[in-house]
């Protein structure tokens, strides 16, 4: 390949919550962050959900160059961030038309949810999410005052993660709800919905009168041949009732960075959100996340994307491959899209007489750093990420073979 993704960077000490931000083994973990492991095993950081490989070369070139610039005052988006987000969306998703007018910053993707939910409701008001759920919509979402309702995603007879058109319209009815968070392609489950599904919701919240803030920031990371479909692509009436929201964040390793962006068609829903976003007086872009930006996507990033979604590929092949061989009262659903695995534990728990606070403590001693899953609306589950070298996986699951699940 043309791009390193099998180098195991050395993140201590570079402000990484992946490798610094682990419990001290004296500490309760605190249901968020995994504990230390124990003398004589490494941490393989398996958990927040960013990725340890190096940058995209054009991402620290482009900072590097602006920086060198030694005034960082006030400034004004180029038009060259507009240009290189519609050539990004037209080049991988298909999307037409898209305007500079559609497109509005945003101070993270979860601060754009915020905006829409806070134009869009009121305190005490019911929003409808799928569950599981991606953490940061929970905490997020109810710090706002309003209240989660869940239609919950149910698994197929070859296991595939499937929406219950007929759960979600009862739901929308019986609470009167018209603001829905929607997630695709799928924390933490990884479905990357086909064409069908998405018009199928979407006549859904169509007929409950119902906008969708639809997050849209792992729409880069696809697995194996998969095809993201925009959800506002897929029909005029969606155009209009969804508000999408994207980063380079995911794709590209640039949380530290802050900066995702929405696009927005319908003039009155923009109006609002921007309206709602302008109050604080704090979403205002960094004008080095925007030369990230633009220098993340040109044509080098995309080649390194189409790389990476190789690497990652095959690290979700390998680790499937072998929880299925080696552990199998372990459940899954093959990811589709994202790098992240959620396992069901119930039946492992159950007979072995072990909690999943047993379960992951275990995975934590010998520096298999997983999550757990509960956060996510997952009872007994675990959330894993394999955005980390092929050695790392494959060390991984030895780990887990040698000392966890005997």
Known sequence: MKYDFTTIMDRHGWDALAVDGLVSRSDSASGFAPRMPKEGFDS???????????????????????????????????DAYYDAIINWQKDRNGVT????????????????VISAVEAFSAPGDCILLHSPTYIGFTKSIENAGRQIILSPLKQDENGVWRMDYEDMDARLKAHKIHLAVFCSPHN????????????????????????????????DIILNKNHHIPLQSVSEDAKNRTIAIYAPSKTFNLAGL?????????????????????????????????????GAYGSEGREWVDELCEVLSGN??????????????????RPEGTYMLFL?????????????DELLNA??????????GRPFHGPCSIRMNFAVPESRVKEAMNRLKKYVFL
């Open 344 to 356: 069901d534990c119930t039946d492992w728990c159950r007979n072995h007489s072990q909690t999943i």
């Open 363 to 372: 995975g934590w001693d010998v520096g298999v750093t997983w999550q757990d």
């Open 316 to 333: 979700l092949n390998y680790a499937c491959d072998f929880i299925e061989q080696n552990f199998p009262e372990i459940h899954f659903a």
């Open 44 to 78: 393989i950081p398996m958990w927040v959900a960013d990725m340890n490989f190096p940058a995209v070369p054009t991402i620290p070139q482009a900072i590097i160059n602006r920086a060198s610039h030694p005034a960082y005052g006030y400034f004004q988006p180029q």
């Open 97 to 112: 038309g898209l305007t500079r007018e559609a497109i509005g910053y945003e101070n993270g993707v979860l601060g754009g």
């Open 188 to 219: 933490p489950c990884g479905r990357v919905w086909e064409r069908e599904e998405l018009e199928k919701a979407m006549e859904v919240y169509k007929n409950n009168d119902c906008i969708v803030i639809c997050d849209e920031i792992w729409s």
């Open 258 to 294: 802050i900066g995702s962006y929405h696009i927005i068609y319908n003039s009155w829903l923009r109006d609002r959100v921007r309206s709602q976003s302008s109050k604080c007086h704090y979403n205002s872009m960094n004008v080095l996340s925007m030369h990230a930006l633009i």
